[in-house]
């Protein structure tokens, strides 16, 4: 009899193949399109990703409609990574903020979330309250406490193959060569891969990645209208970098179309002109698993006696 995990493992098995780990050292770029739940998950997985990132700015988005201004806490972080986890099985890269505090603090953000499922934790050296990195108006905690809270997290860990990501801000706030030498301390930390946020040209990107080749791998962040020019994985391959996010791609196409629906839909009271651009209820029943799911159902249902002596 097939129960909801077998049934769950067979569909995803062809996704675990490799670590993230192993994945980054294989010498191709990863692709990491952002999510915010586990249907986006879904998405990302059904479309053929080994790795998902799960964004903090568009957890803030879709479930406050605020911006990313440190207004998600650890909590509901870890709880996403749960749901979303339960759903998929390719990797899940976790924007881990600040760490939420001290390093006393970012112990706990590494236990909740690599029990929940993470397989890369991302921290960064902002000061609280923390904003979008592609937002003005940043402040740092000094290079000292950060590299304790990047140790800290590097003696939590239970698994070596869950990544610390060490990331810095200080490009917009101390200048470039102080983003370089942050790095520098941060790979000495014990982090796994560097995220220099916000570069501001490809002059930077290419000196990044020239002063840590063959010795620690880079993260670049593509954000759609931010400060850094934004390029495939095929370029950002050649120039060095080991990992590509797409935090808020996803977010920000979905509320694209989202908007044009509602204004159509007020427009025209139906939803007739959008048929061909939208899924049916038993299309995306399909998609979500629903038929399978009622399967296995079937299988525990109580089996009334109806035969007649």
Request: one cysteine or more.
């Amino acid at each position: 009899m097939k129960n909801l995990d077998n049934m769950e493992s067979e569909l995803k098995s062809d996704h675990k193949t490799q670590t993230l780990k192993e994945h980054i050292e294989s010498g191709e770029i990863e692709v990491a399109p952002g999510i915010y739940d586990a249907l986006s998950g879904l998405f990302v997985q059904q479309a053929g990703f080994k790795t998902a990132y799960l964004s903090g700015a568009s957890l803030a988005y879709t479930r406050y409609g605020r911006p990313d201004i440190g207004l998600i806490g650890m909590r509901e972080v870890a709880d996403a990574i749960t749901a979303i986890r339960e759903r998929i099985a390719i990797d899940i890269i976790v924007d881990g903020d600040t760490g939420y505090g001290n390093a006393l603090n970012v112990i706990r953000t590494i236990k909740e979330f690599e029990r929940a499922g993470a397989s890369a934790i991302q921290l960064e050296d902002q000061s609280l309250p923390k904003r979008c990195g592609h937002l003005t108006g940043k402040s740092l905690v000094s290079s000292g406490e950060m590299v304790g809270k990047l140790k800290a997290a590097v003696d939590t860990r239970r698994n070596e193959g869950t990544l610390i990501i060490a990331r810095t801000d200080a490009i917009a706030v101390e200048g470039f060569q102080s983003a370089l030498d942050r790095a520098e301390q941060y790979h000495e930390a014990g982090a796994d891969v560097l995220f220099i946020e916000a570069p501001e040209n490809r002059d930077q990107m290419i000196a990044m990645n020239t002063q840590f080749n063959g010795r620690a791998s880079l993260l670049a962040n593509m954000v759609e209208g931010g400060k850094t020019p934004v390029s495939g994985a095929d370029d950002l391959a050649s120039l060095g970098y080991s990992l590509v996010i797409f935090p808020g791609g996803t977010v920000r196409a979905i509320s694209f179309v989202m908007q044009e629906y509602m204004a159509n839909l007020k427009e025209t009271g139906s939803t007739g002109t959008w048929k061909n651009r939208m899924f049916d209820f038993t299309e995306f029943n399909s998609l979500i698993g629903t038929p399978e799911m009622l399967s296995v159902g079937e299988q525990y249902a109580d089996k009334k006696d109806n035969t007649i002596d």
